[in-house]
């Protein structure tokens, strides 16, 4: 088996179908999709049904409604050579198993690929900052680099470097930047990674009105990733910054909304990074505490 397609899923039947859907156009067709079930009902029984007639879909039921937790049941459960972590709302075009594929035999070095995000209209995807070039990926541009579901593993280096943080992700208070936790200790671990523009996978852009606790949120996850993987001060610095230059430059303008989005990021990333389980988490890989 080639590829191990492991999707958390909770409450999106109708997003899954589409992706299984597309998933049968694919130009590459050595696969099997890991479906990990959180709904607690019977909701995705029929999409199963109909898909298990095309394509090796294995159903997996948990209880626990927690994202990454439910990709490390699935991963579990994977037999391919390169594991990737779909969301459940984003679709992958034609080609891309075929090019991913060819990719990791192109070089052999290469652990870890990940590329850029389009929205439903076909459109650069408007969800935060990406690089705009192809790259290596390091401890510096992988904050603008990876995103979890256009990430693609070799399934040992995975397990090698022990999957997701079971602690971050939708569902817990660290909600976000789990990619990077993992990218980070995957490049740590000495695999190479790399950044590949043409790479790309449609995701829906999130609704562009401000949400405070969510920015909060996402960005609390980021300070916890930013400490537990000892981020060099350069990328700290950018980190904070950035939403601080944002409080003062929305004071001036006078616009109250913009302002409190940028002060709510930055308090998220003060409490992530120094959360006790931040703290904890970097004296176990061994960063600086």
């Known amino acids: 088996m080639r590829f191990s397609l492991v999707i958390p899923t909770l409450d999106r039947p109708g997003d899954v179908r589409a992706f299984l859907d597309a998933l049968t156009r694919q130009t590459f067709h050595d696969l099997e999709v890991i479906l990990v079930d959180q709904s607690g009902g019977d909701i995705y029984d029929s999409v199963v049904a109909d898909f298990s007639k095309v394509l090796p879909v294995r159903h997996i039921r948990i209880d626990v409604r927690k994202c990454r937790y439910a990709c490390i049941v699935g991963a579990s459960h994977a037999t391919g050579d390169i594991i990737a972590f779909p969301d459940d709302d984003c679709l992958y075009l034609p ?15 290469l652990g ?3 590329g850029v995000v389009l929205n ?12 705009t070039t192809s790259a290596r990926l390091n401890e510096n541009n992988i904050w603008t680099g990876l995103v979890e579901f256009n990430m693609f593993i070799r399934r040992a280096a995975y397990e090698a470097v022990g999957g997701f943080d079971a602690n971050m992700g939708p569902g817990c208070r660290f909600v976000a930047a789990e990619g990077q936790d993992l990218g980070l200790r995957l490049l740590a671990h000495g695999v190479g990674g ?8 449609v995701h829906p852009d999130k609704p562009t009105g401000v949400n405070l606790m969510r920015a909060r949120s996402y960005a609390r996850g980021m300070g ?18 950035r939403p601080v230059g944002g409080i003062f430059f929305n004071i001036l303008k006078g616009d109250r909304n913009a302002m409190l989005y940028h002060a709510y990021v930055l308090l998220g990333r003060i409490e992530g990074y120094y959360s006790s389980a931040a703290r904890l988490a970097a004296k176990m890989l061994g960063k600086r505490a």
């Open 112 to 114: 870890l690929l990940t």
């Open 194 to 201: 790399y950044f590949d523009t043409r790479l790309q996978v």
């Open 95 to 109: 080609d891309t198993l075929e090019q991913v594929d060819a990719s990791f035999r192109k070089n052999p070095s």
């Open 224 to 241: 916890y990733a930013l400490r537990k993987n000892a981020a060099p001060w350069s990328v700290l610095l950018k980190f904070v910054v």
């Open 120 to 131: 439903q209209h076909g459109r650069p995807s408007q969800m935060g900052r990406w690089l």
